[in-house]
T-cell receptor
Framework: GNSVTQMEGPVTLSEEAFLTINCTYT??????LFWYVQYPGEGLQLLLK?????DKGSNKGFEATYRKETTSFHLEKGSVQVSDSAVYFC???????????FGPGTRLSVLP | EAGVAQSPRYKIIEKRQSVAFWCNPI?????LYWYQQILGQGPKLLIQ????????DSQLPKDRFSAERLKGVDSTLKIQPAKLEDSAVYLC????????????FGPGTRLTVT
């Protein structure tokens, strides 16, 4: 079945550091890929998505590129801020929006 | 626009008791999802509705969990009887379409089974 693996946390960075959170997936067909974020005390919300190979999703300075050849969707940001402290979840869905699968989440703490 | 509403926000019950959660999706959203999120893990999809029909319930423990979505709007998720391992946050989400789209999540119901 479909599955998502992402790097274990917690990840602790200083403000303005470069961020990478690795995500790899296993899926049949042509999944769509997502990054969701959960800020402290808030609900899950979509950060960015990509629906086909080589697509790049971007939002709030975060980017991720759908790499079919390496089955990866790594999240990057060039300069993190304290306000980016949150838990980040990589996720995928099947061909027709079915079978949503989330990774275990990576907690990011950004220190001033 | 109002978000996904869930109630109650917190619930504490003893094992073998029953419990029910309620979800009101965003108006006009045809697809509704229930997830279970155990502490330290990602959400696990329990059931997905399209209007009032079930699209996917492959991971729903049907011996104790049940869900319904009457009239294709509100939904309830029930656990009967509860086990200790059911302690988790139960998340409801909704989306405009069934196909590859953004899910909007509610605040969740935190269930503690003692």
């Amino acid at each position: 079945g479909n599955s998502v693996t992402q790097m274990e946390g917690p990840v602790t960075l200083s403000e303005e550091a470069f961020l990478t959170i690795n995500c790899t997936y296993t899926a049949t067909g042509y999944p769509s890929l997502f990054w969701y974020v959960q800020y402290p005390g808030e609900g899950l919300q979509l950060l960015l998505k990509a629906t086909k190979a080589d697509d790049k999703g971007s939002n709030k300075g975060f980017e991720a590129t759908y790499r079919k050849e390496t089955t990866s969707f790594h999240l990057e940001k060039g300069s993190v801020q304290v306000s980016d402290s949150a838990v980040y979840f990589c996720a995928l869905s099947g061909n027709y929006g079915q079978n949503f699968v989330f990774g275990p989440g990576t907690r990011l703490s950004v220190l001033p | 626009e109002a978000g996904v509403a869930q109630s109650p926000r917190y619930k504490i019950i003893e094992k073998r008791q029953s419990v029910a959660f309620w979800c009101n999706p965003i108006s006009g959203h045809a697809t509704l999802y229930w997830y279970q999120q155990i502490l330290g893990q990602g959400p696990k999809l329990l059931i997905q509705f399209q209007n009032n029909g079930v699209v996917d319930d492959s991971q729903l423990p049907k011996d104790r969990f049940s869900a319904e979505r009457l009239k294709g709007v509100d939904s309830t998720l029930k656990i009967q009887p509860a086990k200790l391992e059911d302690s988790a946050v139960y998340l409801c989400a909704s989306s405009l379409e069934r196909e590859i789209t953004e899910q909007y999540f509610g605040p969740g119901t935190r269930l503690t089974v003692t």
